[in-house]
């Protein structure tokens, strides 16, 4: 079945640590997506990726980093510079048609992982 | 910049109702791309129906229907015959040339 996965679905961190959330996908998908959504805040976008070996910073870039070397794979890295990481963060991907066409097109969701600091 | 906002935090519905969850937005831009995301209590974002700017006539999926006022900048999604199952958080977002920028969302219960 093709699809987005996350993990994992809850992670624990200390404050003063990194940690990374992996994302993969199986739909052959060159655009990939990172958001973070707060309980009465919507999603907001961390960070994309139209290409591999390629990204832009989002809204909310701050803190956080990522890498895409396969086009299956997105993991971000949420960095002891993110002041308050506490949230649910959901990975994403579509398929782009053009300059940004990718925005046209549906987004397909992960689970989302929930990332509490501790 | 695009901006969406939806202005009911919360609505109820009776079983088999009608109900309608509104949307505004901004945007400059000339071609755009309007959608209704659902979001469940299992948090997985499911595409409920989406709206292409340049299209006069309101997409439609079964029970879920949009009301495009594109003068207004208004994006209303109406959920007919409602059932148990549409009880989730509903979410308006807007695509142009950049990636989605979503509403605070509407929470919507339904009720038995």
């Known amino acids: 079945d093709g699809g987005i996965t996350q993990s994992p679905k809850y992670l624990f961190r200390k404050e003063g640590q990194n940690v990374t959330l992996s994302c993969e996908q199986n739909l052959n998908h060159d655009a990939m997506y990172w958001y973070r959504q707060d309980p009465g805040q919507g999603l907001r976008l961390i960070y994309y990726s139209q290409i591999v070996n390629d990204f832009q910073k989002g809204d909310i870039a701050e803190g956080y980093s990522v890498s895409r070397e396969k086009k299956e794979s997105f993991p971000l890295t949420v960095t002891s510079a993110q002041k308050n990481p506490t949230a649910f963060y959901l990975c994403?991907?579509?398929?782009?048609?053009?300059?940004?066409?990718?925005?046209?097109?549906?987004?397909?969701f992960g689970p989302g992982t929930r990332l509490t600091v501790l | 910049a695009q901006t969406v906002t939806q202005s009911q935090p919360e609505m109820s519905v009776q079983e088999a109702e009608t109900v309608t969850l509104s949307c505004t937005y901004d945007t400059s831009e000339s071609d755009y791309y309007l959608f209704w995301y659902k979001q469940p209590p299992s948090r997985q974002m499911i595409l409920v129906i989406r709206?292409?700017?340049?299209?006069?006539q309101n997409a439609t999926e079964n029970r879920f229907s949009v009301n495009f006022q594109k003068a207004a900048k208004s994006f209303s999604l109406k959920i007919s015959d409602s059932q148990l199952g549409d009880a989730a958080m509903y979410f308006c977002?807007?695509?142009?040339?950049?990636?989605?920028?979503f509403g605070k969302g509407t929470r919507l219960s339904v009720i038995a």
């Open positions: 977002a807007s695509a142009g040339n950049t990636p989605l920028v």
């Open positions: 994403a991907s579509s398929i782009p048609g053009g300059t940004f066409q990718s925005s046209y097109n549906e987004q397909f």
């Open positions: 709206q292409e700017a340049y299209k006069q």
